[in-house]
């Protein structure tokens, strides 16, 4: 009985907040002031993490150890599809009218240097690389994985990335590559590849 008081004064207490911040009183600007910080929170919950630096991982998302030269090694789930890859150019080509799932071949560019939670493509007629992330975090790759050759098995996704988070990404790509983080404008589009399974090979 008392906490369903207790939710009833709390309920009054929003509906009496609500109709203060519709008014012209002094409290309006504090009321448009949370509603913004709301809407921040509610944004940053919904973006989805690039790293998972925080214990969320399942048990088998230990850290994988360093390929060898010439190394070939499969992570996540086994290949569904039969045959031969698609080069990535025309993977992205096809998407335009189906998000997969597909089969591709690409050479990774750079790899998450914390814990290879994420890689970026690239390819002969890809101008922009692809960034990569695995599947429910199942798994993680290699970190010294850059400039191996990648089969991916997945979906390809068209993805508006905000600002702040395309600005994110750029600061991770940077720590990867240890080059300087380039500046990110505004929002941008681009397309990620969700990969349940993979295999990389890496070069002599």
Sequence with gaps: MKRLTLI???????GAWGCESKSDSPTSDQGAQAQAGIAEVEAEAEAEPTHDHDGKAKAEQAQATDLEDGEKRHFGAAFAIEGEPLTLAAALETSKESEGP????????KVCQVK???FTLEADGVEVPI???????????????????AVLEGTLVRKKIEQK????????????????ARVVSGDEETFEFMASGLELIQQS
């Design 116 to 118: 290879g939670c994420w």
């Design 165 to 180: 988070l395309a600005q994110h990404f750029a600061e991770d790509e940077a720590e990867a590559s240890g080059e300087p």
């Design 131 to 149: 960034r990569v992330r695995m599947k429910d975090y199942a798994f993680f790759v290699s970190k010294n994985a850059a400039g191996s050759q």
């Design 102 to 109: 597909y089969k591709v071949v690409a050479t990774v560019e």
């Design 8 to 14: 009833v004064l709390v309920l009054i207490a929003v």
